[in-house]
């Protein structure tokens, strides 16, 4: 396992258990539209190693457990902790914009962070398989697709209290990232490119027809 993988994981771990016996520390760092618009914008990047609970991390921690080793075999540790920190801060700072009218929201996790890293891992490994409840064999691909579709249908339904917006901004900065880190897959593997941008574009016409 990579040293930057184990230092996130660890600060995860470490941010989390301490917010989940502290209520004060919790809420001083979790991510506050009205705090934030009031200066605290420490809370973007801090409320990202805050969970609500021990499932809630471990699942974000296997995630990225699982992903994080297609990126940094391809682009190394250094872009891999880039990639994490880009998407994490595109996570909140899409939530920060779509939401910034409602200055009760509050939002903590690393989910946008974990699906940039996993939006990464698909476009530098498309053809690997995954297993959907360990069971159902799924291409990568066709999963991030799914996923991305499903939380824009989570951002306009608002029925559940699931991220479904930083997950989407995390994404977003998975994509661009690594893009930029390897700009021969525009060529080189142009129908992956395309295919996985779709729902970005779907999110983006949506948000200019008022639809979110």
Known sequence: MSTILIIIIAANVL????GFNDILFFRKYDFHIGSIRNGEQVRMFSSAFLHADMG???FNMLTLYFFAPVVVA????ISFALIYISSLLFGNLLTLYLHKNDLNYRAIGASGAVTGILYSAILLQPD???GIFF????PAYLFGIIYLL?????MRAKNDNIGHTAHFGGAIGGYLFTIIKQPEMLTDN???VVILAIPILILFVMAR???L
């Open 190 to 192: 142009t129908f992956m």
């Open 128 to 130: 690997m398989m995954l």
């Open 15 to 18: 941010f989390s258990y301490k």
């Open 209 to 211: 027809m008022g639809k």
């Open 135 to 138: 069971i159902i064999p799924m």
């Open 150 to 154: 499903y939380s824009i249908y989570g």
């Open 56 to 58: 809630h991390l471990f």
């Open 74 to 77: 391809h682009l190394g540790e």
